[in-house]
């Protein structure tokens, strides 16, 4: 009997010790590598894109002939409004009205301004950039005609047609976008006489707040 506690006491002694030596001290594994941020992709669908108005400014080229107008247009649009696709970023534009002053008197219409009921431009943006502030920025191909001139009567057999390159900047909120201004580039067509066109639009409200602030701070 005495043996065994002896046994007993002996193994009391000894597990902890053991035991001990399996617990190995490890230095603490290093913290993971930081993830880079993923980028936040907008949700698929359809989207409507929007603005009061623009005010915009082209020109024809080659410059340079022997009348006495620029080779310039000044337009004002009203109401544009579209929806756009996320999916394969093909999107559709309207405008009721749009009001056209052409500066060159080879295409004069019958007046110095003449305002289109039908505008429609239509675009594949295989380029946007989504901002993390909410900022799109598009870029892609375009074609845009407007139609149903008048002045003091209705001109069926005007039109103007312009396709090309346009990049821009929106402001998305949601499924909403914003236009603020864009830049565009190719071909046009006024009335069957064809050009090569340059020519850039902004906002109404972006330009008056801009116009604002440049007052403000120079005043």
Known sequence: M???FLLLFIAAL????FAGGNNETHPPSPPPPPQPPQQVQPDEGLVLNFNIGNIGLGGLFPLGDTSSYLNLDMHLSLANVGIESRSNNLGIGFSPLVVTSLLYDEFMFDG????S??????????LN??????????LGPFASVNYIFFDENFHWDKYIFT?????GLRANFGRVGYNIFSIE??????????????GGKIDLVTLFLTSLLVSVATF
């Not at 110095?112 to 305002?115: D, G, Q």
């Not at 950039?129 to 598009?138: E, V, W």
């Not at 396709?163 to 990049?167: D, L, R, T, W």
Request: charged share 10%; no cysteine; proline share 2%.
């Open 2 to 4: 005495k043996k065994f």
């Open 185 to 198: 580039a190719g071909y046009r067509n006024i009335n069957g006489t064809s050009n090569y066109y340059v």
């Open 14 to 17: 000894t597990i902890p010790v």
């Open 163 to 167: 396709a090309g390159f346009h990049m």
């Open 117 to 126: 009921l039908l505008n429609v431009n239509m675009y594949w943006n295989f």
């Open 112 to 115: 110095f301004l003449m305002a």
């Open 129 to 138: 950039l989504y901002m993390k502030g909410g900022g799109n920025f598009y």
